[in-house]
């Protein structure tokens, strides 16, 4: 595959993963939350300051070279939610969720 065709391949992973099929799963990592409602304004989610629409804008301004870079970043995202909202909260579940169908989205690019 060429140079090109991987980051391409990477922004259909995330319109996938952003879709509407996938409300349930994707919709607390859309856009940033709610600054206000957020317990400390140095807690980790705020300070990773990542959704799935800053990931798009970063395809958008071709800002990833290779899907490495956007899975760095997607995983960051995740990883900051998990660790503010605890394991056991319904977001970090989600989290866990998206994480998963992006796997299953990259075992199917090595076939």
């Known amino acids: 595959m060429s140079d090109t065709v991987i980051p391409v391949l990477g922004y259909r992973i995330l319109k996938e993963l952003m879709s509407f099929a996938h409300k349930a799963v994707n919709s607390p990592f859309i856009d940033l939350p709610d600054m206000e409602t957020e317990s400390s304004p140095s ?8 959704s799935l629409s800053m990931i798009q804008t970063s395809f958008e301004d071709l800002r990833y070279e ?10 960051k995202m995740l990883e900051s939610y998990l660790r503010h909202y605890g394991p056991e909260h319904i977001i970090a579940k ?3 969720k998206l994480d998963i169908m992006m796997e299953q989205k990259l075992a199917l690019l090595s076939k």
């Open 66 to 75: 290779s899907i490495t870079d956007f899975v760095r970043d997607f995983r």
């Open 43 to 50: 807690s980790p989610i705020i300070a990773s300051a990542m």
């Open 94 to 96: 989600k989290a866990q």
